[in-house]
């Protein structure tokens, strides 16, 4: 076999492995359909709700572990499962603090899988680089401090406060180890989580008058956020598969 005649077995491969990985999101589209279509209000809480809005994130936790196995529990897989109980606790008010935590430990186990050899950076981080991260953490550091008035005057004040400043460190440092693996995906995914949490705290928080469209805006990119993350984490995987074969040829 050629070079040529390899390169095009390649490129066959390479395409018919992008359309098992689209068929494989039939569910994740599919459950995104039917959260939208049903649309559920928030002032109608309750273990239905909770589900549709978590099935899709559900779905893409399923799609990564079929391709990665049990250990992305403490990976991808894991932070999409604690997602899901985010998005369950967040339909009740009252578990707002509950969804918020889960939501944090997801972007650690993020984090965690964006440090492992996988995901190790190309190149060292040049100087443009440490600016971005920078400039990540001033953004944080901002947001925090621009919500922080608004923290103290809700009723779980001593509470909110510590644990909203805790969850924007977490976030933080979630998308500056994606934007440090040089991945397209997981770097989009990450600052589209954090554009979406902005979204909903400047709403939650009542820092802003309600948006008209505010809801749809927090879950659109929400959705996108992940599939984006879920996406990326498995190209990684069948990235090195391939660097392994190319090793052994």
């Known amino acids: 076999m050629d070079i040529l005649e390899t390169a095009a077995y390649d490129r066959r491969q390479r395409r018919n492995t992008y359309c098992v990985l689209f068929l494989s999101l039939s569910p994740f589209f599919l459950a995104i359909a039917a959260y939208f279509y049903l649309w559920i209000p928030d002032s ?19 799609l990564v572990l079929s391709y990665k196995g049990g250990s992305s529990l403490l990976g991808v897989a ?3 499962i604690f997602s899901a109980g985010g998005d369950y606790c967040l339909i009740w008010p009252k578990l707002f603090l509950h969804g918020m935590a889960s939501f944090a430990l997801a972007h650690l186990l993020y984090s965690l899988t964006f440090l492992s050899t996988r995901y190790s950076s190309l190149s060292p981080s040049s100087s443009l680089s440490y600016f971005f991260y920078l400039l990540l953490w ?17 009723p ?12 924007v460190a977490l976030i933080v440092l979630m998308a500056t180890l994606a934007v440090r693996t040089r991945r397209p995906l997981i770097m989009m995914g990450s600052l589209i989580f954090m554009t979406s949490d902005l979204t909903l705290a400047l709403q939650t ?23 984006l993350i879920a996406v990326g984490d498995i190209k990684a995987v069948e990235g090195g598969d391939e660097f392994a074969k190319w090793k052994k040829s």
């Open 44 to 62: 109608s809480p309750s273990v239905l709700a909770a589900a549709i809005k978590a099935a899709p994130v559900i779905s893409l936790a399923l």
């Open 78 to 80: 894991g932070g999409l």
């Open 138 to 154: 001033l953004l944080g550091g901002g947001i925090y401090a621009y919500i922080f008035p608004f923290l103290q005057k809700t």
């Open 156 to 167: 779980d004040a001593a509470a909110l406060t510590p644990g909203v400043g805790v969850y």
């Open 205 to 227: 928080f009542k820092v802003t008058e309600p948006m008209e469209h505010g809801r749809h805006i927090v879950m659109t990119t929400y959705y996108l956020a992940q599939l």
